[in-house]
């Protein structure tokens, strides 16, 4: 379960350099599953391990070893419960909570026809409804009429048919929807005075930070692509991170709920108490920023990232409370389309944490900072010199990052997690790998994802097998997790030898799962 609280920022100063290089396992061809484990360095727990290649659905919680303990066939997703059950998704539209035997407590599914349901969830504890509720992303249909009445432009794009932009749905115990949060309420356009949502005479898209640009790059009918939500419940806020804008988004959650309500709920969300209170990325996109730009010639010198700091973002969080850098936001940027610094051979993927709060003298305030105020640095965080040649910048409110030269990289999914010990999770999901990541750079345990397109497989042949992973994190729980406590926890084998007969404990034939889509 994604339960986060905020806090006070924690320095969280581990010393990654852009030098350091991750000694994982790479390769054309290789083992799958346990790669490597350092008991002495690593954090001991269970991990998930949630399939997406070829219509495969069921979870998987293993141990250190990399032996199941635990599978539910069922599930596409899902996440631990303190109390020990176990809350996930059933295909895209279904939401079920069940017990540790896979007997379902609790079940929604999403029904209204113009809503879609895709990538993240998570269940909260609604202090202001006094129960939980459960909270997951949508896209909602638009017809070319509705768009342009947002004030979309009409001669960039001539037919906006089949257009989906997203909202963040919350429903109770009954599965009524109690709260809905619309990126559609929360658009600002510059082409048209007359059209909705005109910026304002003598204003621009710089005037209005907490609202999203309806006519924002290429047009695309998949508007913002979220794929991650995370609350706090000390603040109330959401943090959701969107693939397609390079951004994330922190929204107030409880000041714009009103239990027992919904109505009210719905209208204080969509007016301007719900724009955005903060928003971390790509300022070009709101008018405060430089976009790249890029030599047609010579690109060694004069390729430059503008003040872009993402591309592409997976896996929005909070920092919770007992952990280094508690209250910051940690996220893992994909690094699709950012400019590389000076150095690296191509664009990396990174696990980027933010503190929100911090102004341009590096000291952190009672209230969001917009990034573009606290400015940005030729020094990559962890590093002490500026690049030779400056080909990217980087926002001063990133305080911790996790870069390497060559190696780490996943063009789409992937999610991150923060551990008690200080060490990082990172999973890349594309390529199907899980690390856990020691302070000084390390590579402390690895596993890679034996579920492939051509089945479940002990060797792993890159150009013809696809293992992507799915999900997000948690993706690691401590041996002192309470969910766990009780439970059955025996190894009853690696994945690749989980399902075939005689195994004690096994889980029969994996299961299909409906086509989704690719996170």
Known sequence: MKMNTGGILIACCFGMLAGVIASAYEASRGPTELIHWDPQKAYPGY?????????????????????????????????????????GAKGPSTFSQ?????????????????????????????????????????????????????GADPDAVDRYVGTQMDAIVEVDRNGDVVWEYRFADHLVQDRNPEGANYVGEGLSLADHPGRLDVNFGVFSRDYLHLNAIDYNPESGHLAISSNRTHEIYIVDHDGTFVPGDPGESLRLAAGEAGDFLYRFGNPAIYGQ?????YAKKNWSLEEFSGHKQMGGTHDIQWIEDGLPGVGDLLLFNNG??????????????????????????GVEKDRYVNPPQAGYTAVMPGSEESQNLVTRLFSRQIVWMYHTSDGFNSHHGSATQRLPNGNTMAQLAR??????????????????????????????????HENT????????????????????????????????????????EPVLAEEEETY
């Not at 879609?116 to 017809?143: K, M, S």
């Not at 690296?344 to 990174?350: C, H, L």
Request: proline letters at 7%; charged letters at 20%; zero cysteines.
């Open 47 to 87: 991990a998930f391990i949630r399939t997406r290649v070829s219509g495969v659905t069921g979870v998987y919680l293993i141990d250190m070893a990399g032996q199941v303990v635990s599978y539910w066939p069922e599930f596409t997703d899902a996440y631990l419960l303190e109390d020990g059950t176990v809350f």
């Open 98 to 150: 069940v017990d540790w035997e896979g007997k379902v407590l609790w079940e929604h599914t999403e029904a209204r026809e113009t809503y879609h349901p895709h990538h993240d969830f998570l269940r909260i504890y609604n202090a202001e409804l006094g129960d939980y509720t459960v909270l997951y992303i949508a896209n909602v249909d638009l017809t070319h009429d509705e768009v342009i009445a947002l």
């Open 289 to 293: 920023g430089e976009y790249p730009h």
């Open 336 to 361: 699709l389309a950012v400019p590389r610094a000076d150095g690296d051979s191509d664009p990396q993927s990174e696990i980027l944490q933010i503190n929100p709060y911090v102004g341009a003298d």
């Open 431 to 464: 390529v199907g790998r899980l690390l856990e990541i020691a302070p000084d750079g390390e590579v402390v345990w690895e596993y890679v994802n034996p579920v492939t397109n051509a089945g479940i497989v002990e060797t792993l042949i890159t150009s013809e």
């Open 469 to 508: 992973f799915g999900g997000w994190s948690p993706l690691r729980y401590g041996v002192d997790f309470p969910g766990l406590a009780g439970k059955d926890l025996s190894p009853k084998g690696p994945i690749t030898a989980f399902h075939a007969g005689g195994m004690p404990g096994a889980g029969g």
